[in-house]
């Protein structure tokens, strides 16, 4: 039963996120080009310096994917539930509603998973050609805060989506806001911080984790039948 | 109850975020902050002249008092206003015995400061090695940046891969002085914006430090022994032409060093009350005097000694912080406490916490009254009710918000 959960989920995804991973290939490869292009005219270590003492980051476009991603793939897979009550019948399946909600969210979760870490690796492989350890070390620490915010973007976005009231849904959204915000405070005015988020990421995975359970508050309201 | 604890998930969210953004938006909207006053030592008066603009209006005096108008602040200051004076042609040849020549009085300029947040933040490990006698005027990058573990490594930026000839010659040159792999702790100044380079001051895991640096493609280093008992924390090394010392050497109580160009001599910076992690201190010197201030959030104290560290006047000057102003004593009220993600003082996101007074526990008490009449309201909801006053219990305005705007799962608005 779950796994023709997983396969109705995927069928709504499939497009979306074949889409995401050619948007990630795509910003891969514009990180890419103009870091080649740079390297080329500037000279390698001025490109370094730029990096590592002033801490400039060269992958500034990499930062809206997560959330773009989180916020589209929630899109595309409660969209469709809601739209026409047809979320009401997903729920009367022979199981017990909890379930059915965490095969969806898990799916969308893995799905933004998969496409998180392809878009990691890539940028990693590729920027071991040009750069060493320690710069790929802090490319890390930079760039988990944005996944777990894209994480954050996509519970909060099937709360939004889920939740049956309009009321809600605009309250909600501001609180979104500052929350995945949050994940985004290491860039200042000429760059990021190495290591910004050494000593919270361990209370950033745990706020991630309440943001994933606010989804069954809005799943409940919408069983009710709240109007 | 997956769903009780679905809505307190969404409670914690939202506290956390109006923790964040309504103290924020309220400081945004009410904060008062008097610009600070500009405190300088007049070597023509041998006191300290103090220039504010507050409620009173603008104004300069002395320590003792005494007013001064904008033009003849000036000629307190003819060290400072070296450039306006020449300009009015009313510069003056010489002062307390020492011609006064513009090219000296620049080279003597000297400024440096510490910032509580060089002790909290991460940096990247790798280093970039300057040429220091390239035979060029100006400073340039070389392709090679270094870091050091089981050896001095160094790397070729345009390789991307290691330069093994270099990393050789130095780490041969630091075991022969006896450089105990690896690395604790690497400073330098890593700038094209300064006349000359003098390289890294390391210290080695048997708290040595060593001055390395880079001279015609060959290793130079200086083996320093840091005096008994000096833990140091952090070193700002800034090449000034006067060549007095490399930098500021900060230890972990917050003492600072200079470490002199006399053989790396290690003197002992007189300082006013200074504490590493919350105070800024800003090192001036000129031709006759050193000024060392310590500025924190409720006022500065400036020390002046003599070109030998030897202290001569101090003035200290206060103002009201954020939570002392009626806005903030309002707060106080409103807010039992304030989530900042970021702060001055370090370089580091976390969840800073600041508690506010007893003052908030009337605005909770106020808040738990409210709660439990809604709670009357819906009888036959105990655990909800209970739940709702922990959360306002615990977060005061925060909580009550949050329990307001998310109702518990089966009722309608």
Not at chain 1, 102 to 125: N, R, Y
Request: net charge neutral; glycine share 4%; charged share 20%.
């Amino acid at each position: 039963m779950i796994r023709a959960i997983f396969y109705k989920e995927w069928i709504k995804l499939r497009w979306p996120v074949i889409l995401l991973g050619f948007l990630a290939i795509a910003m891969l490869i514009n990180v890419w080009l103009s870091v080649m292009w740079d390297i080329k005219f500037r000279e390698a270590h001025i490109y370094w310096v730029m990096v590592i003492t002033n801490k400039q980051l060269f992958y500034h476009s990499l930062m809206f994917f997560p959330v773009i991603a989180g916020v589209l793939v929630a899109f595309f897979q409660f969209v469709p539930e809601v739209h026409q009550n047809r979320l009401k019948l997903s729920l009367r399946l022979p199981l017990t509603d909890r379930l059915i909600i965490l095969s969806m969210t898990s799916f969308g979760f893995l799905s933004l998973v998969g496409l998180f870490l392809f878009l990691l690796i890539g940028f990693v492989l590729l920027s071991s050609f040009y750069f060493p350890g320690e710069i790929l070390t802090d490319i890390f620490w930079t760039i988990f805060p944005w996944f777990l915010g894209g994480f954050c973007a996509y519970f909060l976005s099937a709360t939004i989506i889920i939740e049956p009231t309009w009321t809600r849904r605009i309250i909600l959204v501001p609180i979104a806001y500052g929350l995945i915000h949050t994940f985004f405070l290491a860039m200042n005015a000429f760059g990021s911080n190495a290591y910004s988020y050494r000593k919270s990421l361990l209370f950033f995975i745990l706020i991630t984790i309440f943001a994933s359970f606010t989804v069954y508050y809005a799943v409940h309201r919408y069983q009710k039948g709240v109007e | 109850m997956l769903a009780r604890w679905a809505r307190i998930c969404l409670i914690i969210i939202t506290v956390f975020v109006l923790a964040i953004y309504l103290p924020d938006i309220y400081w945004k909207a009410f904060e008062e902050r008097a610009p600070r006053a500009y405190i300088q030592f007049s070597p023509v008066i041998d006191k300290f002249v103090i220039m504010k603009s507050d409620k009173k209006g603008f104004r300069i005096y002395d320590s003792d008092g005494v007013r001064y108008s904008r033009e003849e602040y000036d000629r307190l200051l003819p060290l400072y206003n070296a450039r306006q004076l020449v300009y009015e042609q009313d510069f003056p040849d010489s002062l307390r015995g020492v011609e006064l020549n513009l090219d000296e009085i620049r080279r003597n300029d000297i400024r440096l400061s510490v910032h509580p947040a060089a002790f909290h933040q991460s940096e990247i490990p790798m280093y970039p090695m300057m040429e220091s006698q390239s035979g060029r005027a100006k400073l340039v990058y070389s392709d090679y940046f270094f870091r050091i573990d089981d050896r001095m490594e160094f790397f070729s930026a345009s390789a991307n891969d290691i330069e093994t000839e270099l990393t050789e010659k130095f780490t041969r040159e630091l075991s022969d002085q006896n450089f105990a792999f690896p690395a604790v702790y690497i400073a330098g100044n890593p700038t094209t914006r300064k006349s000359f380079d003098e390289g890294y001051f390391i210290i080695d895991s048997q708290n040595t430090m060593f001055h390395v640096k880079m001279v015609k493609g060959e290793p130079f280093v200086a083996r320093i022994d840091i005096p008994d008992g000096i833990s140091i924390s952090y070193i700002n090394v800034k090449e000034f032409d006067l060549r007095e010392f490399y930098g500021v050497a900060v230890t972990s109580e917050g003492e600072c060093y200079l470490i002199s160009y006399d053989n790396y001599r290690f003197v002992k910076l007189p300082t006013p009350p200074y504490q590493k992690d919350f105070n800024e201190l800003k090192i001036y010197g000129n031709l006759f005097f050193r000024n060392m201030i310590s500025i924190s959030d409720t006022g500065m104290t400036c020390l002046i000694t003599d070109r030998d560290y030897q202290p001569i006047d101090s003035y200290t000057d206060t103002w009201k912080d954020r939570a002392q102003t009626t806005a903030g004593v309002i707060a106080s009220y409103l807010f039992p406490f304030q989530l900042n993600l970021k702060i001055e003082r370090s370089l580091f996101v976390y969840p800073y916490l600041q508690l506010s007074t007893w003052h908030s526990l009337f605005g909770i008490l106020i808040l738990l009254v409210l709660t439990f009449f809604l709670g009357k309201k819906n009888k036959n909801e105990g655990r909800t009710n209970l739940v709702n006053l922990i959360v306002v219990l615990l977060t005061g305005i925060y909580g009550f918000l949050s329990i307001l705007l998310f109702t518990p799962i089966h009722r309608k608005f």
